[in-house]
């Protein structure tokens, strides 16, 4: 099983098992090394450089982001 089709599955559950489940692989991460960590982040980077790279993300500027933000606490 793939991660996309992974998610789809996780995306099926009921809103307090998809909590239940999402709560478990945040706890499962609290047992990882610093070096593990790290690892994790540069994968991360690598993917949404290739991401933006291939146009299927785009940059938001910060001021944006943040203004979106305000506007739904409003």
């Known amino acids: 099983m793939t991660i996309d089709e992974l998610k789809a ?5 009921k809103p307090e098992e998809r909590a239940e489940l999402a709560s478990e692989l945040l706890f499962s991460l609290d047992n990882l090394s610093e ?14 450089e290739a991401e933006l790279d291939s146009g299927t993300a785009r940059a938001v500027p910060a001021d944006e982001v943040f203004a979106a933000a305000r506007a739904r606490l409003r």
């Open 35 to 48: 070096s593990e960590i790290e690892k994790l982040w540069l994968e991360e980077a690598v993917r949404r």
């Open 9 to 13: 599955e996780a995306l099926r559950l």
